[in-house]
């Protein structure tokens, strides 16, 4: 959100951007949007207003956070001064805004501005398509429909609490084939590969009022591109139309300023030793040989961390570079790994890397990731194919697409926990889930990452990313949708 604020600035003059964001990501957000900008573009930097919510800290959701929300945005209506609650900055009135553009989970502040006269609301959905069927669609389209309507109502019949009914509508594990538009069928505990029993409590309270919120505002706001996944698009696009809706497929938005990297590296502490140790390997091991892990900075193989020790030993067995960053507050690295990897020599471990630069170096290889959509992305960009070991929300359906739709991935499947060793839908294999499994497995994708077939999927990267590129140019297709949007206003 903060590269695309800042492209609308550059593209459309006339666009003031009034930021809300919370305490704990201000100075981050910050720092974000100017990783877009070159020197001299600081009057456009200049129409990004920045406001902190009171009373908010890190929520992901909250009725403070709502109600800060529908204040903030009704003083930007009434055209009054608005000012930011963690630096005490006052802003001045401005025009009233013509759209608004909140997120999934915003279904209560969409809900009290939709009366405002003359204020087109959009929706935020910066995730793969194919998830956002299957987690809050309608059920036509393989969706699990309103969620929490149908909870309240089997709560209130049964007597149970909503949170235990809510939770158990929304890891439906029974086996159910699941189709939805762009992706081959799955079983519907296959959308949880990394869950035992219970969700992370925020999925879904979250996203069981997210069919709702997509069913209100005047249109969507999809960041993803036609050539990525065009089924996905095309039905996204004939559902918003049945509701006499739009929706904007704007593209694959990333910072892209001569500031981007030198301002992502800011943000790690070890930066200057991770770009030193990109550079040895480059010269010691060659262009495309190091292999970079991360799993973002929320997820963590929490339940069975020995796999992915047992595959770090797999990685060092074949003699691979390699750069492993654990920024997840429930990471932790146990000392003999971290012996192991110091007597190794070629690997580096660290808490948060600058991960843009670091897939944009020569030296990287391979990505091994989670699969959330911002990593996605900024592999494509870089022209870096990934091997996917997927935890939950649109992680697992992003695996498949990219292994068995686009042919750029791997996707691992001994990795997999509780409901994801049953059986894989596609195949009809039962993972076996063993550490011995695990490192079998690494050997095989390993062996043909750094082979021909790996080869053949570098190929396919960077063909999909001129692709990408063509449709962000004059005539594409993101372009036009992005012109049509800026046109709604």
């Not at 981007?260 to 010269?283: G, P, R, Y």
């Not at 292999?291 to 074949?318: C, H, N, Q």
């Not at 011995?436 to 396919?460: I, M, N, P, Y």
Request: glycine share 8%; hydrophobic share 40%.
């Amino acid at each position: 959100m903060c590269a695309f604020a800042a492209h609308l600035t550059k593209i459309s003059p006339g666009i003031i951007v009034t930021f809300l964001t919370t305490f704990g990501f201000l100075e981050r957000a910050k720092t974000e949007l100017s990783r877009s900008f070159e020197p001299g573009e600081e009057a456009y930097a200049e129409r990004v207003r920045f406001i902190a919510l009171e009373k908010v800290e890190m929520a992901v959701r909250s009725d403070a956070l709502d109600e800060a929300v529908t204040a903030t945005l009704r003083k930007l209506v009434a055209e009054e001064e608005i000012d930011c609650a963690m630096t005490g900055k006052r802003f001045p009135p401005i025009t009233k805004p013509r759209g608004v553009i909140l997120d999934l989970i915003a279904r209560k502040p969409i809900e009290d501005l939709r009366a405002v006269p003359d204020l087109k609301i959009y929706l935020f959905y910066p995730m793969q398509l194919c998830s956002l069927f299957h987690l809050c669609g309608p059920e036509h389209l393989g969706g699990k429909g309103g969620l929490r309507l149908k909870s309240e109502e089997e709560a209130a019949r049964t007597g149970r609490p909503v949170r235990e009914v809510r939770e158990e509508m929304w890891c439906n594990r029974t086996g159910q084939v699941v189709r939805v538009p762009g992706l081959p069928p799955m079983h519907d505990y296959e959308y949880f590969p990394q869950v035992e029993s219970r969700p992370h409590p925020t999925e879904p309270e979250c996203l069981s009022v997210a069919y709702e919120t997509l069913t209100l505002p005047d249109a969507i706001l999809v960041f993803s591109t036609e050539s990525y996944e065009a089924e996905a698009v095309a039905a996204v696009r004939e559902w918003y139309g049945d509701m006499k809706k739009s929706a904007y497929v704007v593209g694959m938005i990333l910072p892209g300023g001569s500031h981007a990297s030198s301002t992502e590296k800011v943000q790690s502490a070890e930066a200057a030793q991770i770009e030193a140790f990109l550079n040895d390997t480059l010269k010691t091991s060659g262009k495309e040989s190091l292999l970079y892990i991360s799993f973002g900075s929320v997820y963590w193989p929490i339940t069975a961390p020995e796999k992915l020790w047992a595959f770090l030993d797999v990685v060092m067995e074949r003699d691979i570079p390699f750069i492993l960053s654990h920024a997840s507050p429930w990471a932790q690295v146990p000392d003999t790994v971290k012996e192991k990897v110091q007597a190794y020599g070629k690997g580096l471990l660290s808490p948060w890397t600058p991960q843009q630069v670091i897939l944009n170096h020569p030296a990287t290889g391979w990505f091994l990731a989670h699969g959330g959509q911002n990593g996605i992305q900024e592999a494509i960009a870089a022209g870096v194919p990934q091997i996917l070991w997927p935890f939950s929300t649109d992680q697992p359906p992003n695996a498949v697409h990219l292994s068995e739709n686009l042919g750029i991935a791997y996707e691992l499947m001994e990795v997999r926990v509780g409901y994801g060793l049953k059986p894989i839908y596609r195949t009809g294999k039962r993972p076996v889930g063993t550490t011995d499994a695990v490192k079998e497995e690494a050997r095989e994708v390993l062996s043909k990452a750094f082979g021909e077939d790996g080869s053949r999927k570098r190929a396919r990267v960077l063909e999909l990313r001129k692709a990408i590129r063509a449709e962000h140019e004059q005539g594409g297709h993101a372009r036009r949708d992005l012109q049509a949007f800026i046109d709604s206003l």
